[in-house]
Protein backbone atom coordinates (compact mmCIF):
# COMPACT_ATOMS: atom_id res chain seq x y z
CA UNK A 1 0.00 0.00 0.00
CA UNK A 2 1.54 3.41 -1.42
CA UNK A 3 -1.19 6.01 -0.20
CA UNK A 4 -2.33 8.05 1.89
CA UNK A 5 -6.40 8.35 1.97
CA UNK A 6 -7.86 11.48 2.95
CA UNK A 7 -11.64 11.79 4.46
CA UNK A 8 -13.99 13.16 3.51
CA UNK A 9 -12.90 14.59 0.05
CA UNK A 10 -15.09 17.27 0.63
CA UNK A 11 -16.23 19.00 3.07
CA UNK A 12 -18.90 22.39 3.40
CA UNK A 13 -19.60 23.33 6.97
CA UNK A 14 -21.26 26.42 8.84
CA UNK A 15 -18.98 28.64 11.01
CA UNK A 16 -20.20 27.16 14.41
CA UNK A 17 -19.52 23.84 12.82
CA UNK A 18 -17.38 20.89 14.49
CA UNK A 19 -15.75 18.79 11.99
CA UNK A 20 -13.09 16.58 11.57
CA UNK A 21 -10.83 15.19 8.31
CA UNK A 22 -8.93 12.08 8.38
CA UNK A 23 -6.11 11.10 6.82
CA UNK A 24 -4.60 7.74 6.48
CA UNK A 25 -1.46 5.47 5.49
CA UNK A 26 -0.32 1.82 5.85
CA UNK A 27 3.76 2.71 4.39
CA UNK A 28 5.23 2.42 7.77
CA UNK A 29 5.97 6.46 8.02
CA UNK A 30 6.05 7.85 11.18
CA UNK A 31 6.24 11.58 9.77
CA UNK A 32 2.97 12.71 8.59
CA UNK A 33 1.85 16.18 8.02
CA UNK A 34 -1.00 19.05 7.29
CA UNK A 35 -0.67 21.44 4.73
CA UNK A 36 -3.30 23.73 3.53
CA UNK A 37 -3.28 25.35 -0.05
CA UNK A 38 -5.40 27.97 -1.43
CA UNK A 39 -6.05 28.39 -4.81
CA UNK A 40 -3.19 29.34 -7.09
CA UNK A 41 -1.11 29.38 -4.26
CA UNK A 42 1.35 27.08 -3.17
CA UNK A 43 1.00 24.20 -0.20
CA UNK A 44 1.58 25.44 3.18
CA UNK A 45 3.11 23.69 6.53
CA UNK A 46 0.60 23.67 9.18
CA UNK A 47 1.41 21.04 11.54
CA UNK A 48 4.15 18.05 11.40
CA UNK A 49 4.01 14.78 13.85
CA UNK A 50 6.91 12.79 13.97
CA UNK A 51 6.49 9.53 15.93
CA UNK A 52 3.01 10.41 16.69
CA UNK A 53 4.41 13.52 18.50
CA UNK A 54 3.33 17.17 17.30
CA UNK A 55 7.21 18.23 16.26
CA UNK A 56 6.13 21.55 14.68
CA UNK A 57 2.75 23.67 14.61
CA UNK A 58 3.61 26.93 12.12
CA UNK A 59 1.68 29.12 14.16
CA UNK A 60 -1.53 27.70 13.40
CA UNK A 61 -4.56 29.31 14.90
CA UNK A 62 -6.51 26.97 17.80
CA UNK A 63 -9.59 26.57 15.41
CA UNK A 64 -7.31 24.00 14.28
CA UNK A 65 -6.59 21.16 16.37
CA UNK A 66 -4.49 18.43 15.30
CA UNK A 67 -4.21 14.63 16.45
CA UNK A 68 -2.20 11.58 15.95
CA UNK A 69 -4.22 8.37 17.92
CA UNK A 70 -1.47 6.37 16.19
CA UNK A 71 1.28 5.77 13.39
CA UNK A 72 -1.19 5.06 10.93
CA UNK A 73 -3.73 7.75 11.39
CA UNK A 74 -3.84 11.68 11.43
CA UNK A 75 -6.98 13.73 12.43
CA UNK A 76 -7.46 17.72 11.58
CA UNK A 77 -10.32 18.65 14.43
CA UNK A 78 -12.27 21.78 12.84
CA UNK A 79 -14.07 24.47 15.13
CA UNK A 80 -15.47 28.10 14.77
CA UNK A 81 -13.67 28.32 11.22
CA UNK A 82 -13.98 31.40 9.13
CA UNK A 83 -14.91 31.46 5.44
CA UNK A 84 -11.22 32.44 4.58
CA UNK A 85 -10.29 28.79 6.22
CA UNK A 86 -11.73 27.61 2.89
CA UNK A 87 -9.06 25.64 0.98
CA UNK A 88 -7.65 22.34 -0.23
CA UNK A 89 -6.01 20.62 3.09
CA UNK A 90 -3.74 17.76 2.17
CA UNK A 91 -2.21 15.02 4.49
CA UNK A 92 1.19 13.67 3.62
CA UNK A 93 3.36 10.97 5.56
CA UNK A 94 7.34 10.51 5.19
CA UNK A 95 9.90 8.43 6.22
CA UNK A 96 11.51 10.01 9.19
CA UNK A 97 14.02 12.79 9.21
CA UNK A 98 16.62 12.93 7.59
CA UNK A 99 15.90 9.16 5.79
CA UNK A 100 12.61 11.11 4.08
CA UNK A 101 15.22 13.79 2.65
CA UNK A 102 15.78 12.76 -1.38
CA UNK A 103 12.30 11.13 -1.31
CA UNK A 104 9.77 13.80 -0.34
CA UNK A 105 6.64 12.94 0.83
CA UNK A 106 3.96 10.83 -0.31
CA UNK A 107 0.28 13.23 -0.14
CA UNK A 108 -3.12 12.47 -0.42
CA UNK A 109 -5.80 13.99 -2.87
CA UNK A 110 -6.84 16.11 -0.12
CA UNK A 111 -10.16 17.39 1.54
CA UNK A 112 -11.89 20.64 -0.34
CA UNK A 113 -12.87 22.72 2.79
CA UNK A 114 -15.79 25.29 2.43
CA UNK A 115 -16.47 27.62 5.16
CA UNK A 116 -20.12 28.86 4.47
CA UNK B 1 8.48 36.22 1.94
CA UNK B 2 8.48 33.79 -0.81
CA UNK B 3 11.76 31.70 -0.43
CA UNK B 4 11.14 29.72 -3.28
CA UNK B 5 10.08 31.28 -6.52
CA UNK B 6 8.43 30.31 -9.60
CA UNK B 7 8.47 33.36 -11.66
CA UNK B 8 6.85 31.23 -14.72
CA UNK B 9 2.99 30.63 -13.59
CA UNK B 10 2.89 28.77 -17.01
CA UNK B 11 4.41 26.93 -19.74
CA UNK B 12 2.89 25.46 -23.06
CA UNK B 13 4.78 23.27 -25.24
CA UNK B 14 4.81 21.07 -28.07
CA UNK B 15 4.75 17.28 -27.37
CA UNK B 16 8.52 15.75 -28.38
CA UNK B 17 10.20 19.02 -27.07
CA UNK B 18 12.31 19.73 -24.05
CA UNK B 19 10.38 21.84 -21.28
CA UNK B 20 12.48 23.61 -19.09
CA UNK B 21 10.83 24.95 -15.65
CA UNK B 22 12.73 27.33 -13.62
CA UNK B 23 12.88 28.05 -9.96
CA UNK B 24 14.37 30.04 -7.82
CA UNK B 25 15.91 30.26 -3.69
CA UNK B 26 16.57 32.70 -1.10
CA UNK B 27 17.35 30.53 1.98
CA UNK B 28 21.06 29.53 1.46
CA UNK B 29 20.33 27.42 4.27
CA UNK B 30 18.36 25.11 1.46
CA UNK B 31 20.06 21.94 0.87
CA UNK B 32 17.75 19.34 -0.65
CA UNK B 33 15.31 20.26 -3.45
CA UNK B 34 12.79 18.37 -4.92
CA UNK B 35 10.26 18.47 -7.83
CA UNK B 36 6.18 17.34 -7.47
CA UNK B 37 3.77 16.95 -9.88
CA UNK B 38 0.27 17.92 -9.53
CA UNK B 39 -2.78 16.76 -11.71
CA UNK B 40 -6.26 18.52 -10.92
CA UNK B 41 -8.07 17.19 -7.87
CA UNK B 42 -5.29 15.39 -6.57
CA UNK B 43 -2.47 15.63 -4.13
CA UNK B 44 1.18 16.69 -5.39
CA UNK B 45 3.55 13.07 -6.43
CA UNK B 46 7.00 13.52 -5.93
CA UNK B 47 8.94 13.51 -8.91
CA UNK B 48 12.88 14.17 -8.61
CA UNK B 49 14.94 15.10 -6.34
CA UNK B 50 19.08 17.06 -6.07
CA UNK B 51 21.03 17.55 -3.23
CA UNK B 52 22.98 21.33 -2.58
CA UNK B 53 26.21 18.85 -3.31
CA UNK B 54 25.21 17.62 -6.50
CA UNK B 55 24.89 19.76 -9.92
CA UNK B 56 22.78 17.30 -11.72
CA UNK B 57 20.52 14.39 -11.57
CA UNK B 58 18.43 12.30 -13.89
CA UNK B 59 15.68 10.01 -13.63
CA UNK B 60 14.56 8.84 -17.15
CA UNK B 61 13.15 11.73 -19.18
CA UNK B 62 13.30 14.15 -16.34
CA UNK B 63 16.72 15.98 -14.78
CA UNK B 64 17.18 18.36 -12.28
CA UNK B 65 19.54 20.86 -12.40
CA UNK B 66 21.13 22.58 -9.53
CA UNK B 67 22.97 26.24 -9.82
CA UNK B 68 23.76 27.04 -6.02
CA UNK B 69 25.74 30.18 -6.76
CA UNK B 70 22.58 31.14 -8.75
CA UNK B 71 20.59 29.89 -6.24
CA UNK B 72 18.63 28.49 -9.41
CA UNK B 73 17.18 25.15 -10.30
CA UNK B 74 15.38 23.50 -13.19
CA UNK B 75 13.59 20.83 -14.02
CA UNK B 76 13.94 19.46 -18.01
CA UNK B 77 11.21 16.83 -19.77
CA UNK B 78 12.50 15.79 -22.56
CA UNK B 79 10.32 14.56 -24.92
CA UNK B 80 7.26 15.85 -23.61
CA UNK B 81 4.06 13.96 -23.48
CA UNK B 82 0.68 15.02 -23.33
CA UNK B 83 0.47 13.07 -19.90
CA UNK B 84 3.03 15.57 -18.38
CA UNK B 85 0.41 18.71 -18.55
CA UNK B 86 -0.07 19.54 -14.74
CA UNK B 87 1.39 21.71 -12.10
CA UNK B 88 5.14 21.23 -11.13
CA UNK B 89 5.94 22.72 -7.97
CA UNK B 90 9.83 23.06 -6.86
CA UNK B 91 10.04 22.34 -3.31
CA UNK B 92 13.09 23.06 -0.70
CA UNK B 93 14.37 21.53 2.53
CA UNK B 94 16.60 22.99 5.05
CA UNK B 95 18.02 19.57 6.57
CA UNK B 96 18.24 21.84 9.88
CA UNK B 97 15.03 22.73 10.53
CA UNK B 98 14.09 19.01 10.60
CA UNK B 99 12.08 17.73 7.65
CA UNK B 100 9.95 21.15 6.58
CA UNK B 101 9.47 21.66 2.78
CA UNK B 102 8.92 24.88 1.07
CA UNK B 103 7.01 25.15 -2.09
CA UNK B 104 7.21 27.71 -4.85
CA UNK B 105 3.70 28.89 -6.11
CA UNK B 106 3.96 26.45 -9.13
CA UNK B 107 4.05 26.27 -12.97
CA UNK B 108 1.32 25.21 -15.08
CA UNK B 109 2.34 22.52 -17.74
CA UNK B 110 0.73 22.41 -21.25
CA UNK B 111 2.12 19.84 -23.23
CA UNK B 112 0.07 20.34 -27.04
CA UNK B 113 -0.11 17.66 -29.83
Known amino acids: DTEVTQTPKHLVMGMTNKKSLKCEQHMGHRAMYWYKQKAKKPPELMFVYSYEKLSINESVPSRFSPECPNSSLLNLHLHALQPEDSALYLCASSQDFPENVPYGYTFGSGTRLTVV | DQQVKQNSPSLSVQEGRISILNCDYTNSMFDYFLWYKKYPAEGPTFLIS?????DKNEDGRFTVFLNKSAKHLSLHIVPSQPGDSAVYFC????????????FGTGTRLQVTL
Open chain 2, 50 to 54: ISSIK
Open chain 2, 91 to 102: AASDTGTASKLT
